[in-house]
T-cell receptor, first 115, second 114 residues
Framework: AQSVAQPEDQVNVAEGNPLTVKCTYSVSGNPYLFWYVQYPNRGLQFLLKYITGDNLVKGSYGFEAEFNKSQTSFHLKKPSALVSDSALYFCAVRDRLGGTYKYIFGTGTRLKVLA | DAGVTQSPTHLIKTRGQQVTLRCSPKSGHDTVSWYQQALGQGPQFIFQYYEEEERQRGNFPDRFSGHQFPNYSSELNVNALLLGDSALYLC?????????????FGNGTRLTVT
């Protein structure tokens, strides 16, 4: 079965410092991986995806993610964190079944950027 | 371009009651998926609708049912509510023909069961 794991419940980083939010995956076949962000009382907003191609994927709001097949990881990164980046971040894998698919989400990582 | 809209935003129900949540997909999308997000958890897949049929279902009891209308909007119905059904219910839409496109989520309906 497809799954993703987010090993950190919370990540704290100072404003201006680089940030990393970790995600590892377990899939059969080629992984289709996504990162979403959730602000309080809101739905999930798409940040970026990896389908195929370059291992470094660039997304919205200056975020990027590095796909590492040997380590089965898909960590989210940003070179310089902003206070406004503070939110809940979810990694997800797309699980295809027949002609349809569903997303399997991790448990989330709360990012706190300190001024 | 309207995104995914859900109604109502908040709902309080009593155990044993029934509830209906509504979702309008993003313009151009024809597939609707529903997710349950309990407090402190990631979203859990409930089911997906395309062409007015349930195409895939997650590990949820049949108290959870749904419907998709010809205009692609969707409803989620939950019968015999339990306290454990309290959660944020998220609707997500996509276009069936582009499997690599990401899901677009609404802001959710917060259901509280007392």
């Amino acid at each position: 079965a497809q799954s993703v794991a987010q090993p950190e419940d919370q990540v704290n980083v100072a404003e201006g410092n680089p940030l990393t939010v970790k995600c590892t995956y377990s899939v059969s076949g080629n992984p289709y991986l996504f990162w979403y962000v959730q602000y309080p009382n809101r739905g999930l907003q798409f940040l970026l995806k990896y389908i195929t191609g370059d291992n470094l994927v660039k997304g919205s709001y200056g975020f990027e993610a590095e796909f590492n097949k040997s380590q089965t990881s898909f960590h989210l990164k940003k070179p310089s964190a902003l206070v406004s980046d503070s939110a809940l971040y979810f990694c997800a894998v797309r699980d295809r079944l027949g002609g349809t698919y569903k997303y399997i989400f991790g448990t989330g990582t709360r990012l706190k950027v300190l001024a | 371009d309207a995104g995914v809209t859900q109604s109502p935003t908040h709902l309080i129900k009593t155990r044993g009651q029934q509830v209906t949540l509504r979702c309008s997909p993003k313009s151009g999308h024809d597939t609707v998926s529903w997710y349950q997000q309990a407090l402190g958890q990631g979203p859990q897949f409930i089911f997906q609708y395309y062409e007015e049929e349930e195409r895939q279902r997650g590990n949820f009891p049949d108290r959870f049912s749904g419907h998709q209308f010809p205009n692609y909007s969707s409803e989620l119905n939950v019968n015999a509510l339990l306290l454990g059904d309290s959660a944020l219910y998220l609707c997500a839409s996509s276009f069936f023909g582009t499997a690599n496109s990401p899901l677009h989520f609404g802001n959710g309906t917060r259901l509280t069961v007392t």
